[in-house]
Nanobody, 126 residues
Framework: VQLQASGGGLVQAGGSLRLSCSTSVGTLAYRAIGWFRQAPGKERDGVLC????????SYADSVKGRFTISRDNTNNTVYLQMNNLKPDDTAVYYC????????????????????WGQGTQVTVSS
């Protein structure tokens, strides 16, 4: 699976962006997907994740009420809608895919994921 994250950019505080995670090789179906972010000099942290069917999600407290994760398995894409962005959200955002599973589970722990995209930069100005 080769993941591509896109949609990053420069936005003012309070603005919105939608990131996409897609693959041209392999499929995202039956895989939990996670979004992670890494600011300069900091660890890569799990932001949200979604189970293979999309029925369950998990959000970090810092983004609850502002970020939403969703998926379109028909189009092999997972989305991260980010609203009310803050300067602290500035980071490189990565999507990651788990191995195929039959169970409905996802994790915001980066060690749970096998495949990683290249990252897309999100910069929020104050």
């Amino acid at each position: 699976v080769q993941l591509q994250a896109s949609g990053g950019g420069l936005v003012q505080a309070g603005g919105s962006l939608r990131l996409s995670c897609s693959t041209s090789v392999g499929t995202l179906a039956y895989r939990a997907i996670g979004w992670f972010r890494q600011a300069p000099g900091k660890e890569r942290d799990g932001v949200l994740c979604i189970t293979r069917s999309g029925y369950r999600t998990s959000y970090a407290d810092s983004v609850k009420g502002r970020f939403t994760i969703s998926r379109d398995n028909t189009n092999n894409t997972v989305y991260l809608q980010m609203n009310n962005l803050k300067p602290d959200d500035t980071a490189v955002y990565y999507c990651a895919a788990d191995q195929m599973r039959l169970t409905q589970q996802c994790s915001r722990d980066k060690t749970s994921y096998v495949f990683w995209g290249q990252g897309t930069q999100v910069t929020v100005s104050s």
